[in-house]
């Protein structure tokens, strides 16, 4: 579905400057799926890439797998603070309805509740992975906040843990899922094919709920 593009001459002068907020953020929804789709066909190369670079020659191997193995976190980085942004955006459209009550006369604002906490479920650690994204030196500046986001249960089947030690990550992957700790506990999303089809599938909803309020 195409950007809403909403009649904001339209509403009343008081209004405009509010649901021109509203309609940057409709259009910041389809740049972020875009980017999303970046960051996971980043994650596919530097993917594929990686594996094939263990057949190089030994003389210059380890610097290429390197530089793919840092692309991988790119990817994964870059997707985390994507959804983050999905979320906001959405947040950010809810509130400034509040200041454009023409325009929120003609949206079904409870249908909009329900796009957004779809998706939040379907992303159920965004806002966890995104500040371990954002603020990962912060996160382990001291001994106190190291011991509050770190947990002590390692990865199940991956790291084990023993003797009182702790776990604190700051992003790695398991597969096709991108891992950090935060507050305690693992927090984590899927960087796949899957979760871009969520992210275009809310962005299509939240478009549907602003078409009778935009130019065809």
């Keep these: 579905m195409s950007t809403p593009v909403l ?6 002068p008081d209004e405009r400057g509010e649901a021109q ?4 953020a409709l259009i910041g929804l389809d740049n972020f799926a ?3 789709w970046a960051a ?3 994650f596919t190369y530097a993917s594929s890439e990686y594996r094939k670079a263990d057949l190089l020659p030994e003389d210059g191997r380890e610097w290429v797998m390197s530089l793919y193995f840092s692309w991988l976190f790119v990817a994964g980085r870059d997707g985390a603070m994507t959804v983050f942004h999905l979320v906001k955006s959405i947040e950010v459209i809810q509130d400034r309805l509040h200041c454009c009550p023409t325009l929120a006369a ?3 604002l409870l249908a909009l509740r329900k796009v957004r906490k779809t998706f939040q479920r379907s992303f159920k650690d965004w806002e966890g992975v995104r500040h371990t994204v954002g603020h990962s030196a912060d996160l382990k500046n ?8 770190s947990v002590k249960t390692g990865i199940p089947g991956i790291i084990e843990l023993r003797d009182g030690a702790s776990l604190i990550l700051n992003g790695c992957f ?3 899922e991108f ?4 507050e305690g506990r693992q927090v984590s999303y899927a960087l796949t094919a899957e979760s871009h089809r969520v992210i275009c599938k809310m962005v299509d909803d939240v478009y549907a709920i602003f078409q009778s309020v935009c130019d065809d």
């Design 174 to 176: 398991v597969g096709d």
């Design 34 to 36: 875009k980017n999303f």
């Design 179 to 182: 891992m950090s700790t935060f």
């Design 21 to 24: 907020v509203i309609a940057d």
């Design 142 to 149: 001291t001994a106190a906040r190291r011991a509050v986001h």
């Design 106 to 108: 003609e949206i079904d």
């Design 40 to 42: 996971l066909s980043l």
């Design 7 to 12: 009649r904001i001459a339209a509403l009343p």
